[in-house]
């Protein structure tokens, strides 16, 4: 559980915090393996025995006050007496004290339920694979899930379902793969005319990988695109849609999510459906508008006179979303499309869910086969519970994340599926008229995360009696995390120990939020205006301008006192530039800016600042390093260093200068330093960037060109110098001087 604040030092009060002009916050990883210092926790077992606060329900720690027969919360200084067990558990002996006592970090075993007895499941896969789409979507799909199969734990149950017009089930363990077909009424309300578990039996839906996983890839062999002829044949039944493809999503997924719940609990405790998209749904319920109707898909420019984004279609898919939760589901969805499908309406069905969203643009330089297998690969929890608890001078203000809220408990986050890259965010503020003082006891944050793993017990045939052993169990656990931050009434350590990074999530958070209901360009200017103010502040702090008629020149606008803030103009600048926040430009397309929605909101720290703001290496040759370059910018481009590595999180660019020698060669070998440098960021990666090689003399660099963000205007158009980060500092430094510092 890695837990970064925006503030190393926390301030000593509320005036302190807003004479800074910094957010104030902290992004929690909490299924991360490790803390933010590489530090695994302490595990063990009987976590049920860890002692629980009488009045905020905090957990024991290391933080706490110990004594014979009590502890007192350093959460909410509550006293709380000790049982005679608890007590003599916390009889300090030294190399046997718990795992409580010996670290603030645990993560520790619960019992089941219903006895101590680990309960039995079986991991469960689901492909939704669109047939109304083409040969090369099919074949791309096709590469995917043989990917898929090779990263899945022997025992898994996988099973495939198609959609179109018609929902196909298929039936993988005959001599031959059998395919049963239910057509979807025109007039559906919702349901289909048969139930799927009457149409095919659970246990032949759901094929074991390791016995099946042959038949499997016969069976996606027999994979064909709706053709013109079935479609013709249909025509009675899609009408007007019989000279488009027919896409029933909705009602394909609404009947896989309620044929799944029927096992939910029995057969599994979390399935997972890979849906597999080429276009809108626009057949049945969840059908959403066609592209166009609110303006030019091919432009992207999907956005109302008021310049926000159109809200959600329909409340079909959000429906659903909580039916999935509901059912133990999770939806992995992957478009795969330049089609307008308007994201927006169907996002919510990955993030309720707890699945991811991938979008590509093209079946060509798609990366699903290689995203998929490293979404399988790496460990997952489910059933998970997330709180974050505070000492009693501060609280919540806002969270962020993929997660959906406790309709009872404030503050007590629900997340259907969580792996080691899911990162969450929480904004502070102070409870009214409080503050640290010398006094009182440091602040306090602890986050508690209750969770669930599938344990593969690997290859149980040698055992006699292996028929009545499951090759997989489940193992609840808990994991504490209890943290103590030192406080300063001083702003000097506010500025000198802020976390860029984070201050960064936090803002692109807000942004995301205020965006959805907001008009853009408003929250565009907002903030412009947070960097304003926040040098205002800062200028104030250090003193570093004279009386305002003395000239906006003398205003910082460089952070030149602070080294730990001269990061913060540059990263908000290329926020305001990346394709997030650009809804007027005619080049982005909305289901990319959705796609980034998404992303950025499930980021951790690092991540999202590498994807807003790319790191540029140039290279002298392919084996030696020459710079980390801190400018995006055209200037740094010279003939002493001909090579350029790019790396924007989801693209890597290799980039030769026209007049690098010959001699060089291209594309860099395969046992070089900058090949190295590559495949570690790859394997690094949450998902697979793109790899694009590009040779100045002979091919178009208009990609690794866009990327140079501070040649670029606010508006997203590219100045003929490179002047554009410039020129925003300036008018930044107007707008401080008309606040009058």
């Not at 029995?266 to 399935?271: D, H, K, V, W, Y």
């Amino acid at each position: 559980m890695a837990v970064r604040p925006s503030l190393a030092y926390f301030p000593s009060d509320a005036t302190l915090l807003e004479s800074s002009g910094l957010p104030w916050g902290v992004a929690v990883t909490p299924f991360s393996p490790i803390d933010e210092r590489g530090s695994p926790p302490v595990t063990g077992e009987e976590g049920h025995l860890i002692p629980r606060c009488s009045s905020c329900f905090g957990y024991f720690s290391t933080h706490c006050s110990l004594h014979r027969w009590s502890w007192t919360c350093p959460i909410c200084s509550e006293d709380n007496d000790l049982s005679a067990d608890a007590a003599a558990r916390y009889a300090r002996d030294g190399s046997h004290d718990p795992p409580e006592l010996r670290s603030a970090f645990v993560d520790l075993l619960l019992p089941d339920e219903e006895g101590d007895a680990a309960a039995v499941t079986t991991p469960v896969y689901v492909a939704a694979v669109d047939l109304s789409s083409s040969e090369e979507f099919l074949e791309l799909v096709k590469s995917a899930l043989l990917a898929a199969l090779e990263a899945l734990s022997p025992g898994s149950l996988f099973g495939i379902l198609t959609y179109s017009s018609k929902i196909g089930l298929y039936d993988v363990q005959g001599p031959i793969p059998i395919v049963k077909n239910v057509f979807i009424p025109p007039d559906s309300d919702g349901t289909i005319l048969v139930d799927l578990k009457d149409v095919m039996p659970f246990h032949s839906f759901l094929a074991p990988v390791d016995t099946c996983k042959d038949s499997i890839a016969q069976a996606l062999e027999t994979l064909k695109p709706v053709s013109s002829w079935d479609m013709a044949a249909t025509a009675s039944q899609v009408q007007d849609h019989a000279s488009h493809h027919t896409r029933g999503f909705g009602v394909a997924l609404d009947a896989l999510v309620n044929y799944l719940s029927v096992e939910y609990e029995t057969t599994f405790e979390l399935a997972r459906i890979f849906v597999f998209l080429s276009g809108p749904p626009n057949y049945g319920p969840g059908q959403l508008d066609a592209p166009g109707s609110h303006g030019d898909h091919n432009t992207g420019k999907v956005v109302d006179s008021e310049h926000t984004q159109l809200p959600e279609q329909t409340i079909f898919y959000k429906n659903l979303a909580a039916s999935a939760v509901q059912a133990g589901v999770c939806v992995d969805l992957f478009a795969i499309t330049n089609e307008y499908t308007d994201l927006n309406s169907l996002k919510v069905l990955s993030v309720e869910s707890g699945g991811s969203l991938f979008l590509y643009s093209n079946t060509d330089e798609s990366t699903l086969p290689q995203d998929i297998y490293k979404m399988l690969s790496r460990p997952y929890a489910f059933g998970c519970v997330l709180r974050l608890r505070t000492s009693s001078e501060f609280k919540i203000a806002d969270s962020y994340g993929h997660f959906f809220p406790d309709p009872q408990y404030m503050h007590v986050q629900h997340i259907n599926c969580c792996d080691s890259f899911a990162s969450y965010t929480y904004d502070f503020e102070f409870e009214k008229d409080s503050q640290f003082s010398r006094k009182s006891r440091p602040p306090i944050l602890q986050i508690a995360f209750k969770y669930t793993t599938i344990v593969h017990h690997g290859d149980t045939s040698d055992v006699s009696n292996s028929g009545s052993r499951s090759k997989f169990s489940l193992q609840r656990r808990l994991r504490v995390r209890t943290i103590q931050y030192n406080t300063t009434a001083n702003i000097w350590d506010l500025y000198d120990f802020v976390d860029p990074d984070v201050v960064l999530t936090i803002l692109v958070h807000q942004v995301i939020l205020a965006s959805l209901n907001d008009v853009v360009e408003a929250r565009l200017w907002l903030l412009h205006d947070w960097l304003a103010i926040f040098i205002a502040q800062y200028n104030k702090a250090y003193k570093s301008v004279r009386p305002a008629d003395t000239g906006v020149s003398d205003i910082d606008v460089d952070f030149s006192n602070c080294s730990q803030l001269q990061p913060l103009a540059r990263l908000v600048f290329a926020f305001l530039v990346s394709p997030l926040l650009q809804v007027q430009d005619q080049h982005i397309h909305p289901d990319y800016q959705t796609y980034l929605q998404c992303l950025f909101s499930a980021l951790e720290p690092a991540s999202v600042r590498q994807a807003i703001c790319p790191t540029l290496t140039s290279y002298s040759s392919p084996d030696t390093e020459a710079e980390v370059h801190q400018s995006l910018s055209r200037s740094v481009i010279t003939s002493e260093r001909p090579i350029f590595l790019l790396d924007a999180y989801t693209d890597l660019l290799v980039y030769y200068l026209p007049t690098a020698s010959t001699s060089i060669p291209f594309p860099p070998p395969r046992d070089c330093l900058l090949r190295s440098t590559i495949n570690k960021l790859k394997q690094e990666r949450n998902l697979t960037p793109r790899l694009v090689f590009i040779h100045g003399a002979h091919d178009d660099t208009t990609t690794f060109e866009k990327y140079l963000i501070e040649d670029w205007a606010l508006d997203g158009t590219l100045l003929a110098g490179t002047t554009g980060f410039r020129s925003f500092l300036e008018e930044v430094r107007s707008r401080v001087a008309e606040f009058g510092i």
